[in-house]
């Protein structure tokens, strides 16, 4: 009797030669801007990213469901470590060249819950956020469809207004 060996995908997360795996919710617009700014960044090719709001389940690896991705910021370190909130974003910042420093400040002690608590406030407000940029202001018009590119802030592909 020959047993045969189960073939397992290599979860994204531990992509050879990738340090994070970053995952966010690409259907926020606030979100995918700042996403998008990351993305531009040197290091940022060394980086996985995960749009968790359109991406299979199975990308999401061990112990993160698509809700929990979508509410909460989390990316997962190449030994597999799953890091969520402000933490989350202190590693992706470590990870980033230009936005090291801020990344090692954001990881000390005091800083880090200041930097938490305002994160979990900007969680608690997000769908206010996300809902002032679809509210129309006139009949037929769309907030926000009338506004002119930032250069500083790009639309991710496919997300102009």
């Not at 996403?35 to 709001?53: F, K, M, N, T």
């Not at 926000?144 to 639309?155: A, L």
């Amino acid at each position: 009797m020959k047993l045969k060996k189960a073939v397992t995908a290599v979860p994204v997360s531990l992509q050879p030669g990738k340090t994070l795996t970053v995952y966010y919710d690409g259907a926020c617009p606030v979100c995918s801007r700042e996403i998008a700014l990351y993305r531009r960044q040197l290091g940022a090719e060394h980086l996985v990213w995960v749009d968790a709001a359109s991406c299979p389940e199975a990308d999401l690896g061990n112990g993160l469901s698509r809700a929990s991705a979508l509410s909460r910021f989390h990316v997962r370190r190449a030994d597999g470590e799953l890091v969520d909130g402000m933490r989350g974003f202190a590693a992706l910042w470590r990870s980033l060249p230009r936005f090291a420093w801020v990344g090692r400040m954001a990881s000390v002690g005091p800083i880090t819950l200041l930097l938490d608590a305002a994160y979990r406030v900007s969680l608690w407000v997000r769908p206010a956020w996300q809902m002032l940029r679809t509210v129309p202001t006139q009949p037929g018009v769309i907030r926000g469809s009338e506004r002119k590119p930032d250069p500083k802030w790009p639309d991710p592909p496919g997300q102009a207004p």
